[in-house]
């Protein structure tokens, strides 16, 4: 049987339906349930409008079957001069296996040389085992190491090392905290709103 033909070419704003059906699929075939639909929608609106940001979509005649976020930045503020890293990528189950991933990693490829980067990025998030062994059998290796806390985990553990903050600081400082979640909470769900 021969292998289907895949299609890389770099989305445009009215492929957002498309790339949200695709992002749907990598939440769910993940199970992890990363960001509410609607905010995910408007920053993939403005990312699509970004000049840094490139998205590219992957077909099999009309079906969309994968995708690649592309972001153009240095490594390391003070490091290197950047260059693209593939953010997100995201093959649909039922078409892993059947060189989509390398087809998205070619363009992928393509615009790095053309940026005059001399490397190809991926972020992987840990745990992903299968997409760290197949980017590992690629050549990719690991290079930085970002690790992330919720503020107030680390402010209770620096609490530990500083002197006694007062109690009233350390509940204004949540309250604080809280009202700005929920201010962001309020505005994603308007914004989502109003997109219906």
């Avoid at 390391?76 to 990693?105: F, I, N, Y």
């Avoid at 972020?123 to 997409?131: A, I, T």
Wanted: hydrophobic share 45%; with cysteine.
């Amino acid at each position: 049987m021969a292998r289907e033909v895949v299609e890389v070419r770099q989305a445009r704003s009215a492929d957002v339906d498309l790339l949200m059906e695709l992002y749907a699929s990598a939440r769910f075939d993940r199970g992890v349930l990363r960001a509410p639909v609607p905010a995910v929608r408007e920053r993939l609106v403005r990312a699509l409008a970004e000049d840094g940001v490139r998205v590219l979509l992957a077909t099999v005649g009309e079906r969309p079957v994968g995708y690649a976020l592309l972001h153009s930045a240095p490594l390391l503020p003070l490091g290197d001069p950047g260059g693209p890293s593939v953010e997100h990528l995201h093959v649909v189950p039922e078409h892993r296996r059947r060189g989509v991933g390398r087809a998205l990693l070619r363009r992928a490829m393509a615009v790095a040389q053309a940026e005059g980067a001399d490397e190809l990025r991926c972020s992987v998030l840990p745990g992903e085992r299968e997409y760290t062994r197949y980017l590992a059998r690629l050549g990719f290796a690991p290079v930085v190491v970002r690790r992330a806390v919720p503020l107030p985990v680390l402010r209770r553990r620096l609490m530990g090392d500083a002197p006694a903050a007062s109690a009233t600081e350390d509940v204004l400082a949540r309250r604080r905290s809280l009202r700005a979640r929920l201010a962001r909470s309020r505005a994603e769900e308007a914004t989502g709103a109003s997109a219906s």
